[in-house]
Each structure stands twice: as C-alpha cells, then as structure tokens.
DNA sequence: TCCTTGTGCAACCCCAGGGTTGCACAATGT
DNA sequence: ACATTGTGCAACCCTGGGGTTGCACAAGGA
C-alpha cells in the first residue's frame, strides 16, 4: 500500500454514509447495492457512488452473482491503514522528543 | 475519544495540504501559521483554516508566543484514531469469519 | 515614533462531490 | 410473453469547503 492508496482509504472514510455501509457490510457479509439503498438514507445510486469509492480505496470488493451484484468488506485494508497510521504516529513521536532533547540541552 | 471525535480525525486526516502540514509540525516541532504558509503552496490564510480544522480534530496543538502562535503535532491522537480503526478492523474480522462458518455449515 | 511582520476577521469565488431523477438494459419468476 | 427487480449510465442540482483578497489590529525592532 503505497502513499496514494493510503489517500484514498482516508478520502473514503471521511465519509459518514460510507463508514455506515462498511458497518452494513461487516454485519451481513455481503449485500448489494440496492439492499443497501434500503437500510441508508439515499438512494441506490448514491449508494453505487459510495461503493465505487470505496472499491476503489480496496475497502470493498463486489462480486456478480447472477443479476446482482454482492460486495463484501475488507478488514485487511482497514487494519493496513491502521498500522500506516500508527507507525507514522510513532515516527513523529520520535522526532518531536529528539527536537525536544535539542531544544533542552 | 468518542464516534464524533473519530469523525473529526478522518475528515481532517482526508486533505492533502493538512497532512503535509502535519508532516511539516512533525519535522520542526513547532512552527507559526506564517512559517507554514512559506513551505506550502497556499496562503496564510489557508493555512489557518486548516490549522483550525487540525486542531478541532485534536491532532494540533498552538500556543501564544508573544505576536504569534506557534502550533505542534499530537502524535497521541494519531495513535489513537489508528488503534481506534485496528479494533474496527478487528471486530469486522471476527464478524465475517462468523458468518462464513454458518454459510458453510 | 515609524516601519515591519504576524494575526484575526469577513466577504467572496469556485468547484469537487454527494445526492437526485430519468431512462435503458439485463436477468429472473410466473 | 409479461411483469418484476436489480444494474448501468448520464444529466443535473446544490451545498460544503478549500482558496483567495482586503483590511484592521497587535506586537516587536530601528
């Protein structure tokens, strides 16, 4: 997962009805757009739009199941990201206390 | 740090020119909105509003230093959103492993 | 005192993107 | 064959928010 991956997961989580959808997701294993439409405040294609977003973020993959199209979540990315997350919290935490020691000495 | 709390850190996490900010309070330690402003391709102005966002997020911190203020980074809230979205993940995890086992019972 | 420099505030511009409606097409049930 | 239901696509609306300019005020330095 490079930098702008990591943009893009960001980007997606921002989004209030997208973090809902996830949750969707993680409850049922898997639903389709219009079944989603249903349990979300908005219409389906707003939801399709949500979904695209987050396929593209890789926090959701969907798969055609005859007619319709199922897509599931993806823990993996989101745990991913947390760590990116984490170690670039520890490496500023680093710096600031070598800044810190400089600036006290 | 509650839901909203988390919301606020992944919408201020979602742009660009403030996690370049971030970045840059990361690499100085402490800097003014001026200072910032020199390093980034945006005005002062600019810079603040993001510096405002940041710190409504938690994830910045600024002080009065005579005529300015000086802001630096809180890697703890940082930490803290990411272990936030590594439980998550977790929970998702747990959640689809679940409902694959009954699916193929 | 005057000049410089850093803030704060307010009005304004502009566009990305979240949301909608409308319609055409595909797959399933009866 | 026909009605039903889920997708896909395109045009469109509209608000949020990133960015700007302009100006007034505060705090140091000469």
Same mark, same amino acid.
């Given at each position: 997962?490079?930098?702008?991956?990591?943009? %893009?997961? #960001?980007? +997606?989580?921002?989004?209030?009805?997208?973090?809902?959808?996830?949750?969707?997701?993680? @409850? =049922?294993? /898997?639903?389709?757009?219009s079944a989603l439409a249903q349990a979300?405040?908005?219409?389906?294609?707003?939801?399709?739009?949500?979904?695209?977003?987050?396929?593209? %973020?890789? #926090?959701? +993959?969907?798969?055609r199941a005859g007619r319709e199209v199922l897509y599931r979540a993806?823990? @993996? =990315?989101? /745990?991913?990201?947390?760590?990116?997350?984490?170690?670039?919290?520890?490496?500023?935490?680093?710096?600031?206390?070598?800044?810190?020691?400089?600036?006290?000495?």
């Open positions: 997962m490079n930098r702008s991956e990591l943009d %893009a997961v #960001l980007a +997606a989580l921002a989004e209030p009805t997208r973090r809902q959808l996830l949750d969707l997701l993680a @409850e =049922r294993g /898997e639903a389709s757009a979300v405040p908005v219409t389906r294609q707003a939801v399709v739009k949500h979904l695209t977003v987050l396929d593209g %973020a890789g #926090l959701v +993959a969907g798969r993806r823990p @993996e =990315r989101l /745990e991913e990201a947390a760590r990116r997350m984490s170690a670039l919290a520890a490496a500023w935490e680093t710096r600031l206390a070598a800044i810190k020691r400089i600036a006290e000495s």
